[in-house]
């Protein structure tokens, strides 16, 4: 498949967004889609003083030479708003920010601004979403209330993401791993780490830390600029 015809690149942090270990990464998400601005979605973030989302991503992107622009959705209605939907729509790079995957997931599913950015992604911009955002793309969804399984938005279909995986609770790991459906994988991704889909369709691991598949019982672990093959382009 051309990397046309396949879409943009998606990159799924599992975390710690806006840090040193991913500068170089969001710097390449931006100048692979040609973008001089970044456009930040803070709904997951509602419930965590969403109003200092805006700070954090322009200082941190000015940083990288790039402006910018977090759009107030924090609620349902925002995400039918039309110049909301349409920013998005044009948008180069779409960000997802980290926070409760189960409110992200309410505002998006079925919304307009969700079609728009799974659009901006199919016409070449890259989209990058950390924790709450990258759990919710893909399908099953990791249920942070316990580690099971829930449905997420299926950007990536049979696709699970256990974000923070360095960090979370072994219960928990071990119960995404257990009730793990035989037809999907598992990814655990290190907070300031990235699982990225390249244009072409392949996956590799960006940042400082590692991702680690779980197929069944098999486990393997991915550091930086490993090409993980398993991973089957769709």
Known sequence: MSPTSQGGTLALLGGGEW????????????????????????????????????DRATAYFEGLGIKARTLPVIHRSEAEDPKIVDAVRKARFVYLCDGSPLHLRSVLKGSALFDAIVGAYHGGASVAASGAGATLVGDPMVDPRGGAYTVGLAMVPDLAIFPYHGTAARHLRERSIDLLPSTAKLVGIDDETALVRDRDGAWRVAGAGVVTVYEGREVREYSAGAAITELTTR
């Open 19 to 54: 840090k040193g270990g991913c500068r170089d990464l969001d710097a390449e998400l931006a100048s692979v889609a040609g973008a001089k601005e970044v456009v930040v979605i803070p709904a997951a973030a509602a419930f965590e003083h969403p109003e200092r989302i805006a």
